[in-house]
């Protein structure tokens, strides 16, 4: 064994809970039980010289220790939890590697609309966004079952007041209003407005709840965690990937994913042009649970009702670098904002502000698929839609990774329309 061999196995040993139920440090105490009563490796031990059975006893230590993974995903938001789902179902061994806790940052900040209309659409994602909330209620009823908890799928729909100019320029919309009732029968609660509004039929999710559940599933499906651990750099022999290098230890696997969301770019060897873009928050306790049905979406604020009564209200569109401090003013002005559309929130009592920082890129659509380094992906950059997004993106990263074509076209969210050089 050599000295790195030795410090791998003795950091692993410290550090490491395995949660596959295949491999256990026992697996090295049964192999002195079976010396010890006389099975093959004892009958072995005793004809081989003794650095002979000395290096034997350190191949199995090492070959212990170093257990390796199918594919390591690092970062445990939606999307890499999703995805670790998505190929433990195609009978790979996943690792996710998480810098914090799994679902703490930006999904764990999101408001949980899936917003897949075509006003507010970038074109290319169109795809991929429709395909995605279609596949939710399939993908929710297999987390919920899973996991055992319920995560507030809601199918009221939205009801959105679009920007005058989408109103005017885009083909389908007019200045009137295209509602399946009256503004006033569907939402009785909302001021009287006099603006074009039109119903959407999406859905809404509580992101907390869905991450929260994802995280469960993927334990009860035997994909493997460390948490607390910052991955360093995605390690190569030869020009490919073999594993990863994170705070506590190095892990071993063939493939590698990069899902750190806002901090993609942060892991060598590639500066994925991943950005942080905040997101301020507040939710309010509706006086009643029915004050709010549909989502309300505006240009200056949207509102997202939750089964508990619960409303979330957001967001705002930041660029303030990696900072998730909230500011009381940016606050009370969507708390106001947010009274101009329910006039009735004026009594409601905050119950929580936050932010989260968005994984945004530069032209604002994901990045996915393969890079150069043969083993390694990615699957980032999924800014607003990323809740939204998350089905979708582990079926075709899941299908990529196995070698099979891609059900939607990934070609305009390629690693390769950045000039994103390796550091
Ligand atoms: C205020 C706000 C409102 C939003 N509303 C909506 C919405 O209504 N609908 C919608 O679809 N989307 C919404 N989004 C966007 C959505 O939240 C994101 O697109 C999505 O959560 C991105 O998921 P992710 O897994 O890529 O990133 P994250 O959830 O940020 O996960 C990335 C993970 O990687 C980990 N990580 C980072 N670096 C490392 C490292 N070096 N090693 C190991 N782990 C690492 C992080 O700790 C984190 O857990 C909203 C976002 C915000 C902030």
Redesign the pocket.
């Known amino acids: 064994m050599s000295n790195y061999q030795r410090v791998q196995w003795a950091r692993l040993s410290r550090h490491f809970v395995f949660s596959d139920p295949n491999f256990d440090l026992a697996g090295t105490k049964r192999f002195h039980h079976e010396a010890r009563n006389g099975g093959a490796e004892d009958a072995k031990l005793h004809y081989f010289p003794i650095f002979l059975v000395a290096s034997r006893l350190q191949q199995v230590f090492y070959n212990a220790g170093v257990k390796s993974w199918d594919v390591i995903v690092?970062?445990?938001?939606?999307?890499?939890?999703s995805l670790a789902i998505a190929l433990r179902k195609r009978g790979l061994r996943v690792l996710v590697?998480?810098?914090?806790e799994?679902?703490?940052?930006?999904?764990?900040?999101?408001?949980?609309?899936?917003?897949d209309c075509a006003i507010e659409m970038p074109s290319a994602l169109q795809p991929l966004a429709t395909a995605s909330a279609r596949m939710y209620p399939e993908y929710v009823h297999e987390l919920e079952d899973e996991s055992g908890m319920p995560v507030d799928l809601r199918s009221e729909g939205t009801i959105l007041f679009p920007p005058s100019e989408h109103v005017h320029e885009r083909p389908g919309f007019s200045a009137k209003s295209l509602l399946p009732a009256p503004l006033a029968e569907l939402e009785p609660a909302l001021a009287d407005l006099n603006r074009p509004a039109i119903y959407l039929k999406e859905r809404s999710v509580d992101?907390r709840a869905l991450?929260e559940a994802a995280h469960r599933a993927a334990k009860h499906r035997g994909v493997d965690f460390s948490s607390g651990?910052?991955?360093?750099s995605v390690d190569l022999a030869d020009g490919r990937v073999v594993g990863v290098t994170?705070a506590k230890t190095s892990f071993l696997s063939p493939i590698v994913v990069n899902?750190?969301?806002?901090?993609?770019g942060?892991?060598p060897p590639y500066r994925f042009p991943t950005r942080p873009v905040?997101?301020?928050?507040l939710s309010v306790a509706a006086p009643s649970r029915t004050l709010l049905g549909h989502v309300v979406r505006a240009p200056e604020v949207y509102l997202?009702p939750r089964s508990n009564g619960r409303i979330v209200i957001?967001?705002t569109l930041e660029e303030a670098g990696y900072d998730k401090r909230t500011d009381a003013e940016t606050i009370r002005k969507l708390q106001q904002a947010a009274v101009g559309l329910i006039p009735e929130l004026a009594r409601t009592r905050m119950l929580e502000a936050w932010?989260?920082?968005?994984?945004g890129t530069p032209d604002d659509l994901p990045i996915l698929g393969a890079t150069p380094t043969p083993g390694y992906y990615v699957?980032?950059g999924?800014?607003?839609?990323?809740?939204?997004?998350?089905p979708v993106t582990a079926h075709v990263a899941a299908q990529v990774i196995c070698g099979s074509k891609p059900d939607y076209d990934i070609a305009p969210f390629s690693f390769a329309r950045f000039r994103i050089q390796a550091a």
Not at 97 to 100: A, I, L, N, Q, S
Not at 229 to 232: A, G, I, L, N, Y
Not at 382 to 390: E, K, P, Q, T, V
């Open positions: 690092v970062g445990g938001g939606i999307i890499g939890l590697v998480e810098r914090g799994p679902g703490r940052e930006a999904s764990h900040a999101a408001a949980g609309m899936l917003a992101p991450v651990d910052p991955v360093t994170a899902c750190a969301g806002a901090w993609s942060q892991v905040k997101g301020q928050m997202v957001g967001s932010a989260g920082l968005r994984p699957a980032t999924h800014f607003r839609d990323g809740i939204l997004l998350a």
